[in-house]
């Protein structure tokens, strides 16, 4: 069974680059097909889909972030991550990873416990 | 403002049937798209409940169901336990992107 865990700093300036790396256990980022994604929450608040990528490279994001966000695998391939630029106060939030429910679908099947983001100076 | 809209909250006795809806619009559900449903108890991360519209994962239990007519999809909980306290959120797809709707806080009374 496919086990997921967030990891990165809980605290980011504002302005500055939000970094956080996803620990796959039981498989490898790209064996399998599946696809991989980010979701945040901010506190109290609902769902919001930052993006996903799958293991040939191709990548789906969030209009809204699109312009500061990157997924990539790390070289690792144990681990995928995702960047944000340019942080403000909105984007603090818990982020989690999660990968699809199977090898041909995006829906995210299995998740990380999350992180919590804190941007503030 | 959430692309799919759902109830804030909804609420009922143990053993009640509960409905939670979640409208859209001609460019997600409407347009075919699948909807798929998260539960999410309380300090923990979500769990897909329902996926493309009326499947649910393994050792989800078929008290849990799910339709889509329209622009509209609904999640059914039938026989309410005092575990399914939870936030239910609904997603689809609009423009290739996914979208959420922004929750529904379940209280068993």
């Known amino acids: 069974q496919v086990q997921l865990q967030e990891s990165g700093p809980g605290l980011v300036k504002p302005s500055e680059t939000l970094s956080l790396s996803c620990t796959v256990s039981?498989?490898?980022?790209?064996?399998?097909?599946?696809?991989w994604s980010w979701i945040r929450q901010p506190p109290g608040k609902g769902l919001e889909w930052i993006g996903y990528?799958?293991?040939?490279?191709?990548?789906n994001y969030n209009p809204s972030l699109k312009s500061r966000v990157t997924i990539s695998v790390d070289t690792s391939e144990r681990q995928f991550s995702v960047t944000l630029s340019s942080v403000s106060a909105a984007d603090t939030a818990v982020y989690y990873c999660?990968?699809?429910?199977?090898?041909?679908?995006?829906?995210?099947?299995?998740w990380g416990q999350g992180t919590l983001v804190t941007v503030s100076s | 403002q959430s692309v799919l809209t759902q109830p804030p909250s909804v609420s009922g006795a143990p053993g009640q049937r509960v409905t939670i809806s979640c409208t859209g619009s001609?460019?997600?559900?409407?347009?075919?798209?699948?909807v798929h449903w998260y539960q999410q108890l309380p300090g923990t991360a979500p769990k897909l409940l329902i996926y493309?519209?009326?499947n649910r994962p393994s050792g989800v239990p078929d008290r849990f169901s799910g339709s889509k007519s329209g622009t509209s999809a609904s999640l059914v909980i039938t026989g309410l336990q005092a575990e399914d306290e939870a936030d239910y959120y609904c997603?689809?797809?609009?423009?290739?992107?996914?979208?959420f709707g922004g929750g529904t806080k379940l209280t068993v009374l």
């Open positions: 997603q689809s797809y609009d423009s290739s992107h996914w979208v």
């Open positions: 039981g498989g490898s980022v790209r064996s399998g097909g599946y696809y």
């Open positions: 990528f799958h293991y040939s490279g191709s990548t």
């Open positions: 493309s519209s009326t």
């Open positions: 001609s460019s997600n559900i409407g347009a075919g798209y699948d």
């Open positions: 999660a990968r699809g429910l199977g090898p041909t679908t995006p829906l995210p099947g299995y």
